[in-house]
């Protein structure tokens, strides 16, 4: 049975990693001023079940675990992926806990930071500002986390009833803010028992460390080969010492933030609740995988030089996202403070324990 299992999460991924390759390869993106590359990947990816892939077959989704959806993810960060397949997969996954079935097309999902709320008014409309909605103008629909007078309610909202400020991240994509005034909702419904906005910061959370880790993965492997084929003072770059301690660097980097990632997502995989190793594993990921961002982007355009900033060059599409990945579901001096807050409310004698069961 195991076995059938992982063989059915290499088809998962290897039908998400086809398709990147055949239709989002960077150097071919980069060359596309049009966009005139984004219609034929979305068609493949909807033919093949992926943006709906975590939502149940009863709902209308393709009815994959927790763990293809986390393959599929780690992949897209591999590619720098730049379509929200990771925030239509989340929405549906945010749809699906309220038992609400996903329309078609692109949706997103809000708020994106712990500090945005969003009101389910008594008369059934909605009202407040969600900020850094990634992909919010792009997207036909969005999943609401709502709060009303009765607990937390998911709210699915077509983006042409909302008054969408256009933003970007750091990666030039989009990265809105997205008021609702009164809005009347297509569908809403309320969450289970124990689900709450943290629960969705920390999915998004592992989403988010996935990508990173797959960007830096990307990093990594780009970074390397152009060290061995650059030539200075008649030798590859990669032969001096102190290019080589970056590369070293570099990979140490990329494999903190995959180490934290996989566990993190394996972890949430297989729990049943969001409980205290999930909120652990999760915000350990997220702190590290944006740490990793930081100084692995870093890296890869010190030893890049000038080049590396071209946009011809492809390797901003990955230092870029992986960096703008840090600020969604929360930064990691975030998660830093609630994760100090949660070990001291615990108390010093529970974390060894917690820490040594991972």
């Not at 999460?9 to 239709?23: S, Y």
């Not at 609401?144 to 256009?166: E, F, H, K, Q, Y």
């Not at 980097?253 to 999930?278: G, H, I, K």
Request: glycine share 8%; net charge negative.
């Amino acid at each position: 049975m195991a076995e059938a299992d992982h063989e059915a999460e290499n088809i998962v991924v290897a039908t998400a990693e086809k398709i990147f390759a055949d239709l989002a390869n960077p150097q071919t993106i980069n060359h596309d001023k049009d966009g005139r590359w984004q219609a034929p990947l979305w068609q493949a990816l909807s033919d093949a079940g992926l943006p709906l892939a975590l939502v149940p077959e009863h709902l209308g989704g393709a009815g994959a675990d927790l763990a293809d959806g986390f393959g599929v993810l780690a992949a897209a960060g591999r590619f720098a992926l730049s379509v929200p397949l990771a925030e239509t997969m989340l929405a549906g996954w945010l749809l699906a806990q309220a038992g609400i079935a996903p329309p078609e097309g692109e949706m997103t999902v809000a708020p994106v930071r712990p500090q945005d709320a969003i009101t389910l008014h008594a008369d059934g409309t909605l009202s407040g500002r969600a900020r850094g909605v990634p992909f919010a103008r792009a997207s036909r629909h969005i999943a609401v986390l709502v709060s009303g007078a009765s607990g937390l309610s998911v709210a699915l909202v077509p983006t042409d009833r909302l008054r969408i400020d256009t933003g970007l991240n750091l990666a030039f994509e989009g990265s809105d803010s997205v008021v609702f005034d009164k809005v009347e909702p297509a569908r809403i419904a309320a969450v289970p028992v124990g689900f709450d906005q943290t629960s969705l910061m920390l999915m998004g959370g592992v989403v988010r460390s996935l990508q990173i880790a797959g960007a830096l993965d990307s990093l990594l492997a780009i970074t390397v080969k152009y060290a061995g084929d650059r030539i200075a003072f008649e030798k590859p770059i990669a032969k001096f010492q102190a290019v080589q301690h970056n590369l070293a660097k570099l990979a140490g980097e990329s494999a903190a933030a995959l180490a934290a990632a996989t566990s993190a997502a394996d972890a949430l995989a297989n729990a049943t609740a969001f409980d205290d190793a999930v909120f652990l594993e999760a915000t350990s990921a997220k702190i590290r995988c944006g740490e990793a961002a930081e100084k692995g982007a870093a890296i890869a355009h010190q030893v890049h030089g000038a080049i590396g900033f071209t946009t011809e060059h492809i390797l901003h599409r990955y230092s870029l996202r992986a960096l703008a990945w840090r600020d969604d579901f929360g930064s990691e001096s975030y998660w830093a403070v609630e994760l100090g807050k949660r070990i001291t409310a615990r108390g010093a004698d529970e974390l060894w324990p917690l820490v040594a069961s991972r």
